[in-house]
């Protein structure tokens, strides 16, 4: 999503991938994802509103704004898209070469037309010259692990049918009809019954007569649903749902393409798992080359402290079940919620959407909690995949204000859902508890009611037992080193591939409000914070090559070199599986913290000073 101002782009995320080092053509731009089991979001990184991480050009800089949302000046040097003319906006540039894209290889721009390209960017927030060389029909590399290409369905043919519902607001031509066309190409007829598109007010001229006609040459039956007036993605997917007529719905981005073998694994999944939303695994298409590129496989999708969806790269425990067969679907806390199956039936059983919820954002963790909390499942089918193409920023107006419409929407999902935790994310975002005031939530709270939903409480120790979230019995507060009165504090420098991490080291203590010097540790004697990242630091037979006694922020993995205790007595922080404790360094002036022989000094006195979050 975007930042107000065009040429400040904000994201906050909804996806988090491997290590993917793209070399994007002509713009020679290295674009790195990265997981989170690897640390780090610092000053050249931004986030996308799928949680996918871009390490950014050289020369693009980025901050945080007050809210910790970090805000990225983008680099494309250029117009922005308040300079587009009308009739730029109401060109359709599609001119397709026979070879660009084939095989889902990046489209090369030629360096006289960079220019052009860069004009046309901000109209969509991707490579709009790119996309509109790519032929509608282009082949996608075949991205499944080898045991999903042999692996039998029983009775393929009796599997539920499918409506495709594919909603969009000014959206490209070439990006919407390859969508369509990836699902035509890709999907056995028998199983498909028909495709709804369902136009969000767009005000684009090649979007309505032009369209309505290019529809007719698809061998399956394609409806074009126009709403009036601009409500959103949720109101628009409900659009489509009310009338679709297969028992499956599938709901795609309007700039995706669907890869081989997509559609079988998820329906098979549906008809043995039908009280659930059954996730593909989502490739990237890249927004600046359009290349298909393959995402990481051992993730989960889940969520911050601010609510913002996130892949987290699985623990330990979720790898070795999952181990066992690298076919079968799996459980995740959340969705990113662009591209999902889900049984018409159990869909509207189980509240469809929150129609309240407006324009963009939200609504996905809302499906997600209800789904869990109320019977339901969120899962991921590794043997679908499908291609999306996730931009740094949206390029679309939000009517209303997007500050406004983003934290109505959570404030919304979160007090009907969260119970306890509504007070730690109200206080903590103050801005989006001020939208909480005045919301009318009678009917999803009766539909909770109804629906017999278990709490957020159960979700937490049930769906995601590895959160890092407060909760009763667990410390939430500073972690203060007694001694120099400083406090413990989360890396700014990143690891070689991503999210936060790097030596343990002291700062100044921050105030209650802020999240960043916050910590929690469990029961079981985990210290972690925001993002998924744990006080770690070497197992004994680990010290080689590594360095002796450094203590790291790092990806929390659930493997014993990140237990700690605390004996309220003498004040230490000891490593369980070194019996050593936390100590500060005196070698150098940086405050870094390290492990040493447990003894009577005093600068081995910690304080675990609380703050109320609830
Ligand atoms: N969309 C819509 N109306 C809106 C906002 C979004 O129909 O007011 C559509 C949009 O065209 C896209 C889908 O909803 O097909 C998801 O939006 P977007 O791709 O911007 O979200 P992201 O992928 O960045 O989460
Ligand atoms: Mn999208």
């Given at each position: 999503?975007?930042?107000?101002?065009?040429?400040?782009?904000?994201?906050?995320?909804?996806?988090?991938?491997?290590?993917?080092?793209?070399?994007?053509?002509?713009?020679?731009?290295?674009?790195?994802?990265?997981?989170?089991?690897?640390?780090?979001?610092?000053?050249?990184?931004?986030?996308?509103?799928?949680?996918?991480?871009?390490?950014?050009?050289?020369?693009?800089?980025?901050?945080?704004?007050?809210?910790?949302?970090?805000?990225?000046?983008?680099?494309?040097?250029?117009?922005?898209?308040?300079?587009?003319?009308?009739?730029?906006?109401?060109?359709?540039?599609?001119?397709?070469?026979?070879?660009?894209?084939?095989?889902?290889?990046?489209?090369?721009?030629?360096?006289?037309?960079?220019?052009?390209?860069?004009?046309?960017?901000?109209?969509?927030?991707?490579?709009?010259?790119?996309?509109?060389?790519?032929?509608?029909?282009?082949?996608?590399?075949?991205?499944?692990?080898?045991?999903?290409?042999?692996?039998?369905?029983?009775?393929?043919?009796?599997?539920?049918?499918?409506?495709?519902?594919?909603?969009?607001?000014?959206?490209?031509?070439?990006?919407?009809?390859?969508?369509?066309?990836?699902?035509?190409?890709?999907?056995?007829?028998?199983?498909?019954?028909?495709?709804?598109?369902?136009?969000?007010?767009?005000?684009?001229d090649f979007l309505k007569e032009e369209l309505d006609k290019a529809v007719l040459?698809?061998?399956?039956?394609?409806?074009?649903?126009?709403?009036?007036?601009?409500?959103?993605?949720v109101g628009a997917r409900l659009a489509g749902a009310r009338v679709a007529v297969?028992?499956?719905?599938?709901?795609?981005?309007?700039?995706?393409?669907?890869?081989?073998?997509?559609?079988?694994?998820?329906?098979?999944?549906?008809?043995?798992?039908?009280?659930?939303?059954?996730?593909?695994?989502?490739?990237?298409?890249?927004?600046?080359?359009?290349?298909?590129?393959?995402?990481?496989?051992?993730?989960?999708?889940?969520?911050?402290?601010?609510?913002?969806?996130?892949?987290?790269?699985?623990?330990?425990?979720?790898?070795?079940?999952?181990?066992?067969?690298?076919?079968?679907?799996?459980?995740?806390?959340?969705?990113?919620?662009?591209?999902?199956?889900?049984?018409?039936?159990?869909?509207?059983?189980?509240?469809?959407?929150?129609?309240?919820?407006?324009?963009?954002?939200?609504?996905?963790?809302?499906?997600?909690?209800?789904?869990?909390?109320?019977?339901?499942?969120?899962?991921?089918?590794?043997?679908?995949?499908?291609?999306?193409?996730?931009?740094?920023?949206?390029?679309?107006?939000?009517?209303?204000?997007?500050?406004?419409?983003?934290?109505?929407?959570?404030?919304?999902?979160?007090?009907?859902?969260?119970?306890?935790?509504?007070?730690?994310?109200?206080?903590?975002?103050?801005?989006?508890?001020?939208?909480?005031?005045?919301?009318?939530?009678?009917?999803?709270?009766?539909?909770?009611?109804?629906?017999?939903?278990?709490?957020?409480?159960?979700?937490?120790?049930?769906?995601?037992?590895?959160?890092?979230?407060?909760?009763?019995?667990?410390?939430?507060?500073?972690?203060?080193?007694?001694?120099?009165?400083?406090?413990?504090?989360?890396?700014?420098?990143?690891?070689?591939?991503?999210?936060?991490?790097?030596?343990?080291?002291?700062?100044?203590?921050?105030?209650?409000?802020?999240?960043?010097?916050?910590?929690?540790?469990?029961?079981?004697?985990?210290?972690?914070?925001?993002?998924?990242?744990?006080?770690?630091?070497?197992?004994?037979?680990?010290?080689?090559?590594?360095?002796?006694?450094?203590?790291?922020?790092?990806?929390?993995?659930?493997?014993?070199?990140?237990?700690?205790?605390?004996?309220?007595?003498?004040?230490?922080?000891?490593?369980?599986?070194?019996?050593?404790?936390?100590?500060?360094?005196?070698?150098?002036?940086?405050?870094?913290?390290?492990?040493?022989?447990?003894?009577?000094?005093?600068?081995?006195?910690?304080?675990?000073?609380?703050?109320?979050?609830?």
């Open positions: 999503m975007k930042f107000i101002n065009t040429n400040l782009d904000f994201k906050c995320g909804r996806w988090r991938n491997r290590r993917i080092l793209i070399l994007c053509g002509s713009l020679v731009t290295i674009v790195l994802l990265w997981t989170n089991f690897y640390s780090s979001i610092g000053s050249s990184t931004s986030d996308n509103s799928w949680g996918v991480n871009l390490k950014l050009a050289a020369g693009q800089r980025e901050w945080q704004d007050s809210r910790g949302m970090r805000v990225v000046v983008g680099h494309y040097i250029g117009p922005s898209v308040d300079n587009a003319t009308k009739e730029m906006m109401n060109k359709n540039y599609f001119a397709p070469e026979q070879n660009a894209g084939h095989d889902g290889r990046p489209v090369e721009i030629a360096p006289k037309e960079l220019y052009l390209m860069r004009r046309l960017f901000p109209l969509h927030r991707f490579n709009l010259l790119a996309s509109d060389r790519i032929p509608l029909n282009r082949t996608l590399p075949d991205v499944r692990r080898p045991a999903c290409k042999t692996k039998v369905y029983v009775d393929e043919e009796s599997l539920p049918e499918v409506s495709v519902i594919i909603v969009f607001h000014n959206e490209a031509w070439s990006t919407l009809l390859r969508t369509v066309w990836s699902v035509v190409l890709r999907s056995p007829h028998s199983l498909l019954s028909e495709i709804i598109l369902v136009d969000d007010a767009s005000d684009r040459e698809l061998p399956v039956p394609v409806h074009i649903i126009r709403l009036k007036t601009r409500i959103g993605l297969a028992p499956v719905l599938l709901f795609l981005d309007a700039h995706c393409e669907a890869a081989p073998g997509f559609l079988v694994p998820l329906l098979a999944h549906l008809r043995v798992s039908p009280r659930s939303a059954v996730c593909p695994i989502i490739d990237i298409i890249s927004d600046e080359t359009l290349a298909y590129i393959k995402s990481f496989e051992l993730h989960w999708g889940a969520f911050n402290w601010n609510l913002h969806f996130r892949w987290y790269t699985l623990g330990n425990s979720e790898l070795q079940k999952r181990k066992k067969d690298m076919t079968a679907p799996f459980p995740s806390p959340a969705m990113a919620g662009g591209l999902f199956a889900i049984m018409k039936e159990y869909f509207f059983e189980v509240g469809a959407y929150d129609e309240k919820m407006k324009i963009w954002g939200g609504e996905n963790l809302e499906l997600s909690f209800r789904l869990w909390q109320c019977g339901g499942k969120v899962e991921i089918v590794p043997c679908s995949h499908i291609g999306h193409i996730f931009r740094k920023s949206s390029p679309y107006s939000f009517p209303g204000g997007m500050r406004e419409i983003l934290s109505t929407n959570l404030a919304r999902m979160a007090l009907v859902w969260m119970d306890s935790w509504v007070d730690f994310f109200f206080k903590f975002n103050p801005e989006v508890g001020l939208q909480a005031r005045g919301q009318n939530i009678t009917d999803r709270l009766i539909l909770r009611e109804k629906l017999n939903c278990k709490n957020f409480e159960w979700y937490l120790k049930n769906v995601w037992p590895q959160h890092f979230f407060p909760q009763d019995g667990r410390f939430f507060g500073r972690i203060k080193h007694s001694e120099s009165e400083k406090c413990m504090k989360k890396p700014v420098s990143k690891g070689v591939l991503g999210q936060p991490m790097g030596s343990a080291t002291l700062g100044i203590c921050l105030k209650d409000e802020d999240l960043n010097g916050m910590f929690v540790m469990t029961e079981e004697g985990i210290i972690m914070t925001d993002e998924s990242i744990c006080l770690d630091a070497p197992q004994k037979n680990e010290f080689e090559g590594e360095k002796k006694g450094a203590v790291k922020v790092m990806g929390c993995s659930g493997y014993p070199r990140q237990k700690w205790s605390y004996n309220e007595k003498t004040y230490q922080l000891q490593h369980a599986s070194t019996g050593q404790c936390l100590d500060i360094s005196t070698s150098s002036d940086t405050s870094s913290i390290v492990l040493r022989t447990c003894s009577t000094e005093k600068s081995q006195h910690w304080i675990l000073d609380s703050v109320a979050w609830k």
